[in-house]
């Protein structure tokens, strides 16, 4: 069983950067393919960046590709988001999850945060 907590979030102005870690608790940590997703209100919970548990075999959703990078740090059994040049339509709650592959599929992640509330203001 693994607990993950999201931290990072917060209120920025449109064009600036947020770091979001997600901590692992519990279970293999390096073990795992981590990702990251997240939900505008009113919008279905997207796709946003996963890597394997090296940290290799990295994807983006094509809306942050240039803009965000997804890293992680085993042992500190954490890993990261960190996104510049953000954008209104950034905003949402965003959730990392841990699961066996890097996938876009949210079905093939077996453990989730609570998620962490980024908002972008213009």
């Known amino acids: 069983q693994v607990q993950l907590v999201e931290s990072g979030g917060g209120l920025v102005q449109a064009g600036g950067s947020l770091r979001l870690s997600c901590a692992a608790s519990?279970?293999?940590?390096?073990?795992?393919?981590m990702g990251w997703f997240r939900q505008a209100p009113g919008k279905e919970r997207e796709f946003v960046a996963a890597?394997?548990?090296?940290?290799?075999?990295?994807l983006y959703a094509d809306s942050v590709k240039g803009r965000f990078t997804i890293s992680r740090d085993n042992a500190k059994r954490t890993v990261y988001l960190q996104m510049n040049s953000l954008k209104p339509e950034d905003t949402a709650v965003y959730y990392c999850?841990?699961?066996?592959?890097?996938?876009?599929?949210?079905?093939?992640?077996?453990?989730w945060g609570q998620g962490t509330q980024v908002t972008v203001s213009s």
């Open positions: 999850a841990a699961g066996p592959i890097p996938v876009t599929g949210e079905a093939w992640y077996d453990y």
């Open positions: 519990g279970g293999t940590f390096s073990g795992y393919a």
């Open positions: 890597n394997n548990w090296s940290g290799g075999s990295i």
